[in-house]
Protein backbone atom coordinates (compact mmCIF):
# COMPACT_ATOMS: atom_id res chain seq x y z
CA UNK A 1 0.00 0.00 0.00
CA UNK A 2 1.42 3.22 -0.80
CA UNK A 3 2.54 5.84 2.32
CA UNK A 4 0.09 8.60 2.46
CA UNK A 5 1.49 11.88 2.40
CA UNK A 6 1.44 14.19 5.93
CA UNK A 7 -1.56 15.53 6.74
CA UNK A 8 -2.48 18.49 5.78
CA UNK A 9 0.10 19.78 2.78
CA UNK A 10 2.11 22.24 3.55
CA UNK A 11 1.33 25.58 2.30
CA UNK A 12 2.23 27.32 -1.13
CA UNK A 13 4.10 30.79 -2.05
CA UNK A 14 2.98 31.43 -5.57
CA UNK A 15 5.05 34.35 -6.74
CA UNK A 16 3.22 36.72 -8.70
CA UNK A 17 4.93 39.69 -8.21
CA UNK A 18 7.41 40.15 -11.69
CA UNK A 19 7.21 42.95 -13.57
CA UNK A 20 6.47 40.36 -16.44
CA UNK A 21 8.58 42.49 -18.63
CA UNK A 22 8.74 39.86 -21.65
CA UNK A 23 4.99 40.21 -22.23
CA UNK A 24 5.50 43.75 -23.15
CA UNK A 25 2.10 45.52 -23.45
CA UNK A 26 0.28 42.70 -22.05
CA UNK A 27 0.93 43.60 -18.64
CA UNK A 28 0.86 47.28 -18.65
CA UNK A 29 -2.42 47.55 -16.89
CA UNK A 30 -3.08 43.83 -15.27
CA UNK A 31 -0.30 41.41 -13.57
CA UNK A 32 0.61 38.64 -15.58
CA UNK A 33 -1.46 36.48 -13.56
CA UNK A 34 -4.83 37.93 -14.53
CA UNK A 35 -4.10 37.69 -18.25
CA UNK A 36 -6.62 35.63 -19.88
CA UNK A 37 -6.37 32.10 -20.62
CA UNK A 38 -9.46 30.13 -21.27
CA UNK A 39 -11.98 32.83 -21.14
CA UNK A 40 -10.91 33.73 -17.32
CA UNK A 41 -7.84 34.95 -15.76
CA UNK A 42 -4.75 32.58 -15.49
CA UNK A 43 -4.65 32.77 -11.90
CA UNK A 44 -8.22 30.98 -11.21
CA UNK A 45 -7.06 28.04 -13.29
CA UNK A 46 -3.76 27.79 -11.09
CA UNK A 47 -5.67 27.46 -7.88
CA UNK A 48 -7.88 25.13 -9.19
CA UNK A 49 -4.60 22.93 -9.77
CA UNK A 50 -3.42 24.15 -6.35
CA UNK A 51 -6.55 23.31 -4.78
CA UNK A 52 -6.86 19.75 -6.72
CA UNK A 53 -3.69 18.64 -5.45
CA UNK A 54 -4.97 18.92 -1.61
CA UNK A 55 -3.26 22.24 -0.81
CA UNK A 56 -5.62 24.14 1.43
CA UNK A 57 -3.02 27.28 2.85
CA UNK A 58 -1.99 29.34 -0.76
CA UNK A 59 -0.25 32.92 0.10
CA UNK A 60 -0.19 34.71 -3.24
CA UNK A 61 3.69 36.84 -3.12
CA UNK A 62 1.79 40.12 -5.20
CA UNK A 63 4.06 43.14 -6.39
CA UNK A 64 3.49 44.71 -9.70
CA UNK A 65 -0.34 45.26 -9.72
CA UNK A 66 -0.59 43.00 -6.92
CA UNK A 67 -3.94 44.74 -5.78
CA UNK A 68 -6.03 43.46 -8.86
CA UNK A 69 -5.00 40.02 -7.70
CA UNK A 70 -6.57 40.09 -4.56
CA UNK A 71 -9.40 42.33 -5.85
CA UNK A 72 -10.14 38.98 -8.25
CA UNK A 73 -9.09 35.84 -5.97
CA UNK A 74 -10.12 37.64 -2.84
CA UNK A 75 -9.86 34.91 0.32
CA UNK A 76 -9.79 32.00 -2.33
CA UNK A 77 -12.75 30.17 -1.15
CA UNK A 78 -14.89 29.99 -4.33
CA UNK A 79 -11.33 28.25 -5.56
CA UNK A 80 -11.46 25.66 -3.01
CA UNK A 81 -8.42 27.05 -0.83
CA UNK A 82 -7.99 30.09 1.35
CA UNK A 83 -5.79 32.47 0.34
CA UNK A 84 -3.85 35.52 2.03
CA UNK A 85 -1.23 37.66 0.97
CA UNK A 86 2.39 39.11 1.22
CA UNK A 87 2.64 42.59 -0.34
CA UNK A 88 6.32 43.50 -1.54
CA UNK A 89 8.08 46.64 -2.44
CA UNK A 90 7.99 49.66 -3.86
CA UNK A 91 11.19 48.58 -4.25
CA UNK A 92 10.38 45.37 -5.59
CA UNK A 93 12.27 42.49 -3.55
CA UNK A 94 13.36 39.80 -5.96
CA UNK A 95 11.80 36.11 -5.94
CA UNK A 96 13.82 35.46 -2.98
CA UNK A 97 12.96 38.55 -0.63
CA UNK A 98 9.12 38.11 -1.24
CA UNK A 99 9.48 34.97 -0.20
CA UNK A 100 11.49 35.55 3.26
CA UNK A 101 9.16 38.54 3.70
CA UNK A 102 6.14 35.83 3.43
CA UNK A 103 7.66 33.33 5.69
CA UNK A 104 5.77 34.54 8.96
CA UNK A 105 2.35 33.72 6.88
CA UNK A 106 4.56 30.15 5.63
CA UNK A 107 5.46 28.20 8.76
CA UNK A 108 8.25 25.89 8.93
CA UNK A 109 8.27 24.47 5.53
CA UNK A 110 6.05 25.28 2.16
CA UNK A 111 5.59 24.69 -1.26
CA UNK A 112 6.92 27.96 -4.13
CA UNK A 113 5.40 27.90 -7.22
CA UNK A 114 5.59 30.47 -10.45
CA UNK A 115 2.99 32.57 -10.83
CA UNK A 116 3.21 31.58 -14.36
CA UNK A 117 3.29 28.34 -14.28
CA UNK A 118 0.81 25.41 -15.12
CA UNK A 119 1.94 22.19 -13.86
CA UNK A 120 0.39 19.45 -13.87
CA UNK A 121 2.93 16.49 -12.28
CA UNK A 122 1.18 14.56 -9.07
CA UNK A 123 2.55 17.17 -6.13
CA UNK A 124 1.57 14.21 -3.01
CA UNK A 125 5.03 11.95 -4.51
CA UNK A 126 7.38 15.11 -4.38
CA UNK A 127 6.60 15.86 -0.86
CA UNK A 128 7.18 11.98 0.58
CA UNK A 129 10.71 12.84 -1.62
CA UNK A 130 11.23 16.03 0.09
CA UNK A 131 10.58 14.56 3.45
CA UNK A 132 12.26 11.56 3.56
CA UNK A 133 15.28 13.32 2.28
CA UNK A 134 15.81 15.07 5.34
CA UNK A 135 17.28 18.08 3.52
CA UNK A 136 16.33 21.94 3.41
CA UNK A 137 14.73 22.39 -0.53
CA UNK A 138 13.71 20.10 -3.21
CA UNK A 139 13.56 20.83 -6.70
CA UNK A 140 11.42 19.77 -9.29
CA UNK A 141 12.93 18.81 -12.82
CA UNK A 142 12.01 17.99 -16.15
CA UNK A 143 14.22 16.73 -19.19
CA UNK A 144 13.59 19.63 -21.35
CA UNK A 145 16.57 18.81 -23.69
CA UNK A 146 16.13 22.55 -24.79
CA UNK A 147 12.84 21.81 -26.04
CA UNK A 148 10.74 24.17 -24.71
CA UNK A 149 12.83 26.67 -22.97
CA UNK A 150 16.51 26.60 -22.40
CA UNK A 151 17.70 23.16 -20.14
CA UNK A 152 19.70 25.12 -16.74
CA UNK A 153 19.81 22.03 -14.84
CA UNK A 154 22.52 18.92 -14.12
CA UNK A 155 20.86 16.57 -12.74
CA UNK A 156 21.66 13.14 -12.33
CA UNK A 157 21.01 10.18 -10.38
CA UNK A 158 18.08 11.95 -8.64
CA UNK A 159 20.72 14.13 -7.39
CA UNK A 160 20.88 18.37 -9.00
CA UNK A 161 24.39 18.43 -9.76
CA UNK A 162 24.25 22.36 -10.61
CA UNK A 163 21.85 25.22 -11.68
CA UNK A 164 22.54 28.26 -13.55
CA UNK A 165 19.24 30.16 -14.33
CA UNK A 166 21.16 31.36 -17.86
CA UNK A 167 23.37 28.27 -18.72
CA UNK A 168 25.00 26.49 -21.85
CA UNK A 169 26.62 23.91 -20.63
CA UNK A 170 25.31 21.03 -22.47
CA UNK A 171 25.34 18.88 -19.58
CA UNK A 172 22.40 20.44 -18.09
CA UNK A 173 19.64 18.79 -19.97
CA UNK A 174 16.96 19.36 -17.12
CA UNK A 175 14.82 22.69 -16.58
CA UNK A 176 13.65 23.61 -13.16
CA UNK A 177 10.17 22.71 -13.65
CA UNK A 178 8.69 25.17 -11.41
CA UNK A 179 8.13 23.70 -8.45
CA UNK A 180 10.07 23.36 -5.11
CA UNK A 181 9.51 22.04 -1.08
CA UNK A 182 11.81 24.35 1.35
CA UNK A 183 12.16 24.60 5.10
CA UNK A 184 12.59 27.77 6.48
CA UNK A 185 15.73 26.89 7.88
CA UNK A 186 16.67 27.76 4.41
CA UNK A 187 16.14 31.33 4.74
CA UNK A 188 17.69 31.56 8.01
CA UNK A 189 20.28 34.91 8.93
CA UNK A 190 18.98 36.63 6.42
CA UNK A 191 17.70 40.45 7.40
CA UNK A 192 13.88 40.66 6.65
CA UNK A 193 13.58 43.45 3.34
CA UNK A 194 16.57 41.47 1.60
CA UNK A 195 16.69 42.07 -2.10
CA UNK A 196 17.50 38.75 -3.73
CA UNK A 197 16.54 35.79 -6.35
CA UNK A 198 15.10 32.56 -5.25
CA UNK A 199 18.13 31.02 -7.53
CA UNK A 200 20.44 32.42 -4.99
CA UNK A 201 19.41 29.96 -1.95
CA UNK A 202 18.96 27.36 -4.69
CA UNK A 203 22.58 27.35 -5.92
CA UNK A 204 24.03 27.89 -1.69
CA UNK A 205 21.89 24.63 -1.10
CA UNK A 206 23.07 22.88 -4.13
CA UNK A 207 26.82 23.67 -2.65
CA UNK A 208 25.91 22.45 0.65
CA UNK A 209 24.36 19.32 0.02
CA UNK A 210 21.10 20.17 0.83
CA UNK A 211 19.09 20.36 -2.29
CA UNK A 212 17.02 16.93 -3.16
CA UNK A 213 15.84 16.26 -6.78
CA UNK A 214 12.74 15.51 -7.95
CA UNK A 215 12.18 14.06 -11.62
CA UNK A 216 8.98 14.66 -12.86
CA UNK A 217 7.61 13.52 -16.57
CA UNK A 218 5.15 15.68 -17.38
CA UNK A 219 6.03 18.82 -19.41
CA UNK A 220 5.40 22.19 -17.94
CA UNK A 221 3.34 24.89 -19.50
CA UNK A 222 3.90 29.09 -18.48
CA UNK A 223 2.47 32.33 -19.90
CA UNK A 224 5.72 33.87 -19.23
CA UNK A 225 5.89 34.72 -22.69
CA UNK A 226 3.74 35.45 -25.73
CA UNK A 227 3.63 32.49 -27.22
CA UNK A 228 3.69 30.22 -24.12
CA UNK A 229 0.53 32.48 -23.10
CA UNK A 230 -1.31 31.22 -26.34
CA UNK A 231 0.02 27.50 -25.97
CA UNK A 232 -1.11 27.37 -22.46
CA UNK A 233 -4.17 28.94 -23.45
CA UNK A 234 -4.74 26.51 -26.20
CA UNK A 235 -3.72 23.43 -23.24
CA UNK A 236 -6.29 24.82 -21.24
CA UNK A 237 -9.13 24.96 -23.29
CA UNK A 238 -8.56 21.41 -24.39
CA UNK A 239 -8.81 20.04 -20.57
CA UNK A 240 -12.40 22.34 -20.53
CA UNK A 241 -14.18 20.68 -23.27
CA UNK A 242 -16.63 17.85 -22.74
CA UNK A 243 -15.63 14.33 -23.09
CA UNK A 244 -15.22 13.22 -26.86
CA UNK A 245 -15.30 16.65 -28.09
CA UNK A 246 -12.24 17.59 -30.01
CA UNK A 247 -10.11 20.61 -29.35
Known amino acids: MTACPPDPMPPLA ?7 KRLGA ?53 FGCRVRYSYDGPPLLGTGGAILKALPLLGPRFWVMYGDSYLTAEFAPILRTFEESGKRGLMTVFRNENRWDKSNVAFTANRILRYEKASRDPATRHIDY ?25 RDLIARGEMAG ?4 ERFYEIGSPAGLAETDAFLRGRLLPAGVPA
Open 14 to 20: LLAGGLA
Open 26 to 78: LTERVPKSMLQAAGEPFIAHQLRLIAGQGIQDVVICCGHLGGLIAEFVGDGSR
Open 178 to 202: GLGLYSAQAFAGLPQGSEFDLSEIQ
Open 214 to 217: FEVS
